[in-house]
């Protein structure tokens, strides 16, 4: 009696479930929060979004985003993190230069202050592009997820006081379907989508 096809049949169908059962686990906390690290002076000021995922302030003074004097980004988490020395460099390049791009896009603003932008990445999760194979072969998904948090503040050129704060942590969509086979590429997505809610924070309002 030939028992081991049966014996494959049933650990395959045990891995199956074992994964369903994580994925289910993932998805009752789907929303990475916001992280609160003490660099904003003012997070005391910030509303905190419903899902724990953004928390903002702005000041009804007006900011030029055209104006913005400086821009600097900066490294909060451990050395030991899992992240390389390149990758955290690519990682600080990229916010960097995405605050400065959707700043450039906002019109001008008549009046508007001039600004520094200060911003620091307080955590980075890649992913397991070997572990995303394997998931999608059995689960027609990818199960590991990555993303980023941020904590951002845009403060006056002169008195350097906070005219907006943010703090923002973002787990990529499955939509993003080809970042989840790439180790930073979830997180490099979060930081830009991290710069277009900064850039919607200083948009000035009509």
């Known amino acids: ?41 003012n997070r005391g000021e910030l509303t905190t979004s419903k899902d724990g995922g953004m928390a903002y302030y702005r000041s009804p003074t007006p900011v030029d985003p055209h104006q913005v004097r400086s821009i600097s980004v900066d490294w909060a988490m451990p050395i030991d993190a899992g992240v390389s020395e390149d990758e955290r460099a690519r990682l600080i390049s990229t ?34 592009p070997v572990l995303n194979v394997l998931t999608s072969v059995f689960l027609t998904v990818p199960f590991d997820r990555g993303g980023a948090a941020v904590e951002i503040q845009v403060l006056d050129a002169d008195t350097l006081q906070p005219l907006a704060s943010m703090a923002h942590a973002y787990f990529v969509p499955i939509t993003e379907f080809k970042a989840r086979f790439f180790a930073m590429a979830s997180a490099e997505l979060a930081l830009n989508a991290a710069a277009v809610e900064l850039a919607k924070l200083l948009r000035e309002k009509s």
């Open 1 to 41: 009696m030939n028992l081991l096809p049966i014996s494959k049949s049933l650990f395959a169908r045990a891995l199956r479930l074992l994964f369903l059962v994580s994925v289910t686990g993932l998805a009752a906390c789907s929303t990475m929060q916001a992280t609160d690290t003490g660099f904003l002076k």
């Open 95 to 128: 916010l960097k230069a995405a605050i400065s791009r959707e700043a450039e896009a906002l019109p001008q603003s008549v009046g508007g202050h001039p600004v520094v932008i200060r911003a620091v990445i307080t955590r980075v999760e890649s992913v397991n």
